[in-house]
């Protein structure tokens, strides 16, 4: 008997597919929600993860912010400057880079570094039979692989969010203030009358919550990894995808939300 393969038949199977994979995830979640409130806190294992997370992930959040927030400031340097509202430019950069570039970016660099290694430490471990050892010494792998990571996340990634926006605007300043000669005053009198701590809120609320999702989606796939090192490759790569899409998509519908609780200021 052949089953039909039309387009229904495909977009069918994959809202299927897509409700298994939010189902694994759900369970995952559940379980490193019991492991944080009664599981075992080795904080040996959360201080290297933070070396390695938070330490490790700094020159790529620095060097992605800074050049941001200096290719943000010359572009709308000039077309502001046709309307006379140069002096506005720290104010603009300022509260995008708190809202949304800083936590954005912070984000998407962090994926591809630390999501990348997360899903191929544990796949290797997975497909080596590491995890099913671990099973059989009464060690929980979520216990033992997810919450550490988990924990060093949710630690590491305000200060990368905020690493992101300070260098950001450091780099905004200097090219304000050397390449077009604006006054140091102009641009940090305007920057903070209009930069405010709901601004840095959303960031660090949406830091927390990317945190989150690549550890859940990364560690996920690296617990579903079969077939050797393919499928451990597959796997970091679609850690990497998955966690990318998912942040931007996120992004979107949490940027409405915080809006409503912490609306933007009129500029």
């Known amino acids: 008997m052949e089953f039909p393969t039309g387009p229904l038949t495909l977009a069918g199977r994959t809202f299927l597919h897509f ?10 979640m559940k379980e490193l929600s019991i492991a944080v409130r009664s599981g075992v806190w080795r904080l040996r294992l959360v201080a290297q993860q933070i070396v390695s997370i938070g330490y490790g992930s700094q020159a790529v959040v620095i060097v992605t912010g800074a050049f941001t927030g200096a290719v943000f400031t010359f572009q709308s340097y000039a077309k502001f400057k046709d309307f006379g509202f140069e002096t506005t430019v720290g104010a603009v950069v300022s509260v995008a880079l708190c809202r949304e570039l800083g936590p954005v970016l912070a984000g998407l660099m962090v994926a591809g570094r630390v999501g990348a290694a997360m899903a191929a430490d544990i796949g290797t471990m997975k497909v080596t039979e590491q995890v099913d050892a671990l099973r059989v010494m009464g060690v929980h792998p979520v216990d033992y692989l997810v919450l550490p990571r988990f924990l060093a996340m949710m630690v590491s990634m305000p ?9 950001g605007l450091f780099a905004s300043y200097l090219v304000t203030s050397f390449g077009y000669d604006m006054p140091s005053a102009w641009y940090l009198t305007h920057m903070l009358d209009h930069t405010n ?7 660090m609320i949406k830091g927390f919550v990317f945190g989150m ?7 996920h796939q690296g617990l579903n990894a079969e077939n050797g090192a ?8 679609r850690a990497v995808v998955i966690s990318s899409l998912v942040m931007l998509i996120v992004n979107f519908f949490l940027s409405i939300l915080l809006n409503y609780v912490f609306p933007i200021g009129t500029v």
């Not at 701590?197 to 960031?203: A, F, K, Q, R, V």
């Open 230 to 237: 393919v499928g451990v490759g597959a796997g970091t790569t």
């Open 159 to 167: 200060f990368l969010v905020a690493e992101s926006i300070s260098f």
């Open 213 to 219: 999702l690549i550890t859940l989606i990364s560690c």
């Open 19 to 28: 409700l298994v994979y939010l189902g694994q995830l759900t369970s995952l």
């Open 197 to 203: 701590m709901e601004d840095l809120s959303i960031g």
